[in-house]
């Protein structure tokens, strides 16, 4: 009978412990599934954003886009330069553009023709 009843306890731990893996196994892929999408939903709030421009220290001129730090506004950096290419106008303006078609300086050709009222 302590027999039965020795092995009946047994089993009775073992699927206790059993549902207990289950159940943290599968609350844990929860919590990493929802970790994993708040860091893919960023909130609509700058805070962060002005936290670093106020951090930042330069002396001369802090690109908005990049938060570089730079002599004048039209060496400022593209902030996707994978994807972007930075344009000169003159007079100190540059403007980062979408890189277009696929030659080197497709951005900075189109914006000269359309400068020139021929797009």
């Not at 039965?4 to 089993?11: K, N």
């Not at 990493?32 to 805070?47: F, I, L, M, R, Y």
Request: with cysteine; net charge negative; aromatic share 10%.
């Amino acid at each position: 009978m302590r027999l039965i009843l020795s092995l009946i306890l047994a089993l009775a731990g073992s699927a206790a412990a059993q549902f207990q893996f289950f159940e943290q196994f599968f609350q844990g892929g929860q919590q990493a599934q929802a970790s994993t999408q708040e860091k893919q939903n960023v909130p609509s709030d700058s805070s962060w954003y002005r936290q670093n421009w106020e951090g930042a220290t330069c002396s001369n001129y802090l690109c908005p886009d990049t938060l570089a730090c730079v002599h004048f506004p039209h060496h400022c950096p593209c902030p996707h330069q994978d994807v972007e290419d930075k344009v000169e106008l003159g007079e100190g303006i540059a403007v980062c553009a979408s890189k277009g078609g696929y030659k080197a300086g497709e951005a900075a050709r189109k914006i000269e023709l359309a400068r020139k009222a021929l797009i």
